[in-house]
């Protein structure tokens, strides 16, 4: 029983290695982030999948994410993916666009921050037939909603929490949901240290995989869940963050089950005004 509901609750979220920012929070207007990233993940099996019935892939995921509030509330994201596999060779998984818009800031005096995101996903036919692949056709559409707030401690301490749920539909297959649960603790303003859940929820028909004759899981019933932690130092204004984490799959439904992720990022912010 507590299987399933956490399931039920922390099922819809958003793929950490994949995803783009979903804190409802805008950067420095008109400030650039170019954010590259890399991920190894290990999975030893895939749930109800067969053909062949035991499955496991190292992965490595290199993304290179480029990010600007264009306005005081409204920022652009853009990112491209690679990923070499088990299954497919170094290169393109896939490229995305993700436009943002705040209703409300709480650093600004509103009891909450609050913001809506479009996100357009193109995946490459080679990475679809690839079960390490998480995306359910070549066009993926979403929208998603987060609130947070932040509270300010005592003795240089931040604390920020936030949620963010998406709605999302590909130009192939069911519909699947999308969400994330953090909390970031900063202290002394470089040191920031995170605890999260994530994890992926499709409403596809088939409950089982063919991994021989996989087309991405936009019409597969799947599930799954990853609690993850992670720390991030600020080195300054300039040359901005750098960050580790670490993810568990602690919950998977014809999904790569029991799967470890490390993922580096570095975070440089610019401005050519």
Not at 204 to 231: A, E, M, P, W
Request: with cysteine.
């Amino acid at each position: 029983m507590l299987r399933k509901a956490l399931a039920i609750f922390f099922g819809v979220s958003g793929l950490g290695f994949a995803g783009f920012d979903q804190k409802p929070w805008m950067g420095e207007f008109l400030q650039f982030h170019l954010k590259p990233s890399f991920s190894y993940r290990y999975y030893p099996d895939v749930s109800r999948s067969y053909s062949p019935s035991h499955y496991s892939s190292h992965d490595r995921f290199t993304q290179i994410d480029l990010s600007v509030a264009f306005l005081p509330n409204m920022d652009l994201q853009l990112g491209m993916e690679l990923a070499d596999t088990s299954r497919q060779s170094l290169g393109v998984q896939s490229a995305a666009t993700q436009l943002r818009y705040q209703w409300l800031s709480d650093t600004v005096g509103a009891p909450v921050s609050l913001t809506t995101a479009f996100l357009i996903r193109w995946a490459s036919p080679r990475s679809l037939k690839d079960v390490s692949c998480p995306y359910s056709a070549n066009w993926n559409f979403e929208l998603v909603n987060a609130i947070g707030k932040e509270y300010e401690g005592i003795k240089n301490w931040l604390l920020q929490g936030f949620a963010a749920l998406g709605v999302g539909q590909a130009s192939h297959g069911r519909p699947y949901l999308t969400s994330i649960l953090a909390v970031d603790s900063c202290f002394l303003k470089a040191h920031t240290f995170s605890l999260f859940a994530e994890g992926y929820f499709g409403f596809g028909h088939t409950k089982f995989i063919d991994v021989s004759k996989f087309r991405g899981y936009g019409n597969i019933f799947h599930q799954s869940i990853d609690l993850g932690i992670g720390y991030t130092y600020t080195i300054n204004e300039i040359w901005g963050k750098f960050s580790v984490e670490y993810a568990r799959r602690v919950f998977a439904k014809a999904f790569p089950e029991k799967a470890n992720t490390f993922i580096i990022k570095y975070d440089y912010p610019f401005s050519p005004f």
